[in-house]
């Protein structure tokens, strides 16, 4: 079950002008602001407005801004309109956006690394792989001489390009090797059907 929904945070409270439409006490009203949010597992995301209304200070009598006396909504609002909403009403959006900014930094280093690989091939890097069927394997290059590479196919497929990693143990491969031209591999990274190269020992 996802818990959703929104709260509320205190803002700001000030003392308006005016006296008490319940017990007549003067000078006795103060306008509070609160910040409602959207929270999901109690995490804000954002902001989605503000509420509020009067109190008295002597008898807590309590008002919304539509029970209010128009000179009172006015100050009301005046208040309503200088309080801040605080930054962390924000967060899970902020996160949200470092998140994807994250994501899209590393999809783009990793697809200018495939598209360094790819050009000069090495024994030993992998090409994941889309099958016809829609599907993810393994090619793993044995030998790289000129134009022409030598690749052994993975002989397991995954549902997901996720996890392919565990496709990759030498009792998996072919022993029968496909060859390619370069020219052939950078069309097929083109085309999305090599969908990354790894150079295992480009990490270290
Ligand atoms: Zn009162």
């Not at 079950?1 to 008490?20: D, F, K, N, Q, V």
């Not at 200070?57 to 801040?84: D, I, N, T």
Request: net charge neutral.
């Amino acid at each position: 079950m996802i818990i959703y929904g929104y709260r509320s945070s205190h803002l700001r409270t000030e003392p308006i002008a005016g006296s008490c439409p319940a017990c007549a006490t003067p000078d006795s009203l103060h306008a509070s602001v609160f910040g409602r949010y959207a929270h999901i597992y109690w995490i804000p995301l954002f902001p989605i407005g503000k509420t509020g209304g009067s109190q008295c200070g002597h008898c807590q009598f309590v008002q919304q801004p539509k029970e209010m006396e128009p000179g009172l909504r006015e100050a009301f609002s005046a208040v309503k309109h200088s309080a801040r909403v605080p930054w962390w009403h924000f967060a899970g959006l902020l996160l949200l956006v470092i998140g994807i900014g994250w994501a899209l930094v590393q999809n783009s280093d990793a697809q200018q690394a495939s598209q360094q690989f790819i050009t000069a091939p090495h024994k030993g890097d992998l090409y994941h792989v889309r099958t016809e069927n829609g599907r993810y394997s393994l090619l793993k290059v044995q030998e790289a001489a000129g134009n022409s590479v030598k690749l052994l196919p993975n002989t397991y497929e995954m549902d997901q390009n996720s996890g392919l990693d565990e496709l990759n143990k030498p009792e998996n491969f072919d022993t029968v090797a496909l060859e390619l031209t370069r020219y052939e591999l950078k069309l097929m990274l083109d085309k999305d059907q090599i969908v990354k190269v790894e150079r295992p020992d480009a990490a270290k």
